[in-house]
């Protein structure tokens, strides 16, 4: 059984270019979770989705950054005109609750997307 | 602020030791989490202790928790070189996971 799937593992992007992040939950789980993670430090909260629904995005930056996850395909995480700033690791995790509901359990992450804006 | 605040940030031991993190936290929880990183990968999870758990044990971890000081250890007993990572703890919120920035641990030969 294939763990969470994250890519592109490295990405580079110029100021002003678009990124786009891909993560295919576990098999079996319908809710993902995205983080960032800045060097040296903890995971920061973005969003965290179910298929085709944005439960919680209060850790979403108002401007530029966007996710969704469509009923067939992996989670997105998009960045429009990134800036330095941006340069991150971005993770997503997921979880294989079936209803919004405090969680009881795990997260399994992936490897995540290191993302240099140059 | 639902954050874990972990303590110490950096702790550096000879193997075999056994290593000790902290991890306050202010709101009240229905569960506390442990995760490793190990440098330049995911997060993996190591161990769950509900609230109504006082302790915890997985092979050679041990977890506590004291809901009235709010408050949970993470103790990695006989440790090894391949501990070396950061350890986070992580306080659900209502719909998230909510890390704090971590302990480095580092096990010297």
């Known amino acids: 059984n294939a763990g969470v799937m994250q890519n592109p593992r490295h990405l580079v992007r110029r100021r002003g270019q678009e990124a786009r992040l891909r993560c295919s939950p576990m098999?079996?789980?319908?809710?993902v979770y995205w983080y960032r993670q800045l060097p040296e430090e903890g995971l920061k909260f973005m969003v965290y989705l179910q298929k085709e629904n944005i439960i919680d995005e209060s850790g979403m930056p108002k401007e530029r950054f966007s996710a969704e996850f469509p009923k067939e395909g992996p989670s997105i995480l998009r960045i429009q005109q990134v800036v330095r700033g941006d340069s991150a690791a971005y993770f997503c995790?997921?979880?294989?609750?079936?209803?919004?509901?405090?969680?009881?359990?795990?997260?399994?992450f992936g490897e995540g997307s290191r993302l240099t804006v140059l | 602020s639902q954050q874990g605040e972990e303590d110490p940030q950096a702790l550096s031991i000879q193997e075999g030791e056994n290593a000790t993190m902290n991890c306050s936290y202010k709101t009240s929880i229905n569960n506390l989490q442990w995760y490793r990183q190990n440098s330049g990968r995911g997060l993996v999870h190591l161990i769950l202790?509900?609230?109504?758990?006082r302790e915890k044990h997985s092979g050679r971890l041990r977890v506590t928790l004291d809901t009235s000081k709010k408050s949970s250890s993470l103790l990695i007993t006989a440790s090894r070189a391949a501990d070396t990572a950061s350890y986070f703890c992580a306080i659900q919120g209502a719909q998230k996971l909510v890390f704090g920035q971590g302990t480095r641990l580092t096990i010297n030969p």
């Open positions: 098999k079996g789980h319908s809710h």
């Open positions: 202790i509900r609230s109504n758990e």
């Open positions: 995790a997921s979880s294989p609750r079936t209803s919004v509901r405090p969680i009881t359990g795990e997260l399994f």
